[in-house]
């Protein structure tokens, strides 16, 4: 607590000798606490100070004034990422404000040393199934086919891509491999599933992987290959986010 108290009271009476050193330390005193020590106790609980005199004081009733200081910026939402954000700002970025088929919460991170410097901190991944309750054939003497659905990446970064299906083949020691399908061609890592043991016997599979580097309008979606000329698919769900985009 920082508070003034008068220096040697008793000389600056009436009738006293004046003496200007009593005087000097006054005015130091109160020199000290208005130059950088006026605090919490100074202020009278009733003064009702104007929050506008705050620093930085923005009059927008949907900002705060955050934990270190900076006031917050309401995140927005729309089709396109602000062209230029402040650092810590947050944008929901979806495809269509009216029906979204994705709604990505992105934070900007100025400190970042990736070119891709809005962060991925929750919301809802594109999403999207092919071939309920059909089988569909997808090998094509060893050749990588992409599965549908697919997704036009809307800008360009890191993305994660997580999808399963059913699988089938016709014939036994078939094996089959799933990835996925950049731009007509395999980006990642492939997992490969273990070969068919029975005809026909049907194995569930699931695929997770970071896709780096996309650009932005590059279409991910599944990818598949099979060693054998008959294989199929259904029930197929897929699930793309992004980690970071620009």
């Known amino acids: 607590m920082t ?3 008068i220096v040697n009271q008793p000389n600056l009476a009436t009738g006293q000798p004046e003496d200007i050193s009593v005087i000097l330390s006054n005015l130091q005193a109160i020199q000290t606490i208005l130059n950088g020590n006026v605090d919490d106790s100074n202020v009278n609980a009733n003064a009702a100070i104007d929050p506008a005199k705050l620093k930085g004081y923005p009059a927008n009733a949907a900002r705060f004034l955050r934990g270190d200081g900076l006031w917050s910026v309401p995140a927005g939402y729309g089709t396109t990422l602000p ?6 700002q947050e944008y929901v970025l979806v495809d269509n404000v009216a029906n979204p088929t994705y709604q990505w919460r992105l ?5 970042s040393s990736s070119p891709y410097k ?4 929750g919301g809802c991944p594109w999403f999207a199934t092919a071939y309920s309750g059909t089988w569909q054939q997808f090998s094509g003497s060893s050749n990588w086919v992409g599965a549908s659905p697919s997704l036009a990446v809307p800008r360009a970064g890191d993305y994660w891509i997580d999808w399963g299906a059913q699988f089938a083949c016709t014939a036994v020691g078939i094996t089959v491999q799933l990835a996925t399908y950049a731009a007509g061609a395999v980006a990642g890592l492939a997992v490969a599933l273990m070969p068919t043991q029975v005809i026909n016997n049907i194995m569930s599979a699931s695929y997770f992987q970071r896709i780096n580097g996309m650009a932005q309008g590059t ?4 990818g598949c290959w099979a060693s054998g000329t008959i294989s199929q698919l259904a029930n197929l769900s897929c699930r793309i986010w992004p980690a970071r985009v620009s």
């Open 3 to 5: 508070q003034y108290t």
């Open 83 to 88: 062209a230029s954000p402040a650092d810590g």
């Open 107 to 111: 934070r900007y991170n100025t400190a």
């Open 118 to 121: 809005w962060e991925y901190v």
């Open 219 to 222: 279409t991910l979606q599944p």
